[in-house]
């Protein structure tokens, strides 16, 4: 993650943040979509799509309290920078970054990547990645976190994101951004 860190702080210094146009979020769905890309700007978190380091890692996208920056990897991506054409796997990375994003305001966004769970208990937990994501593609998403060094911490966190980003729309993901985030 340092190297990424140092690699997206790099490439903001020469990126400016990407307004993606009104008509690539056409639609009722894709107007939600675009109503929580709003969001997470209102926050004060810089939004990206198509980033450089796109190029240098093989990711969907990452959140970065530290550097403040939500990045999206398209999966049809061409260049940095360009906006392709939404699939469903990119809207799902912004509702799953954007889970990230209130992860971190439930203590008070900083730039200190402390990301807190949204759900209060472990049992509740449990249930909820159950129900959502069935207990095989937990486990996928467990043993793959986990063999590449991830907490059992960071790996809640990354149940809560893939599970509230297959459960909620985007417009509820925004509600939850703006309200955990200070925007209400």
Not at 11 to 24: D, E, G, Q
Not at 135 to 160: C, D, F, M, T, W
Request: charged fraction near 20%; aromatic fraction near 6%; include cysteine.
């Amino acid at each position: 993650m340092t190297r990424l860190t140092r690699l997206a702080t790099t490439a903001l210094a020469a990126l400016t943040a990407i307004s993606i146009p009104a008509a690539a979020f056409a639609g009722g769905v894709m107007e939600e979509h675009k109503d929580l890309w709003n969001a997470i700007g209102e926050v004060g978190v810089t939004a990206f799509v198509n980033h450089p380091v796109c190029w240098d890692r093989d990711v969907d996208g990452f959140y970065s309290s530290r550097n403040g920056i939500l990045i999206i990897c398209q999966d049809n991506k061409t260049k940095p920078g360009k906006v392709e054409p939404w699939t469903d796997n990119d809207l799902d990375t912004l509702r799953h970054e954007a889970v990230h994003l209130i992860q971190d305001c439930k203590d008070g966004r900083r730039s200190d990547n402390s990301l807190v769970h949204i759900i209060p208990t472990h049992q509740e937990r449990l249930e909820f990645f159950a129900r959502v994501l069935g207990p095989k593609r937990a486990s996928v998403i467990i043993k793959g976190y986990g063999n590449n060094g991830v907490s059992a911490h960071q790996i809640v966190n990354e149940l809560e994101a893939f599970s509230f980003a297959a459960d909620q729309t985007a417009a509820s993901i925004a509600v939850g951004v703006r309200n955990n985030c200070g925007v209400n």
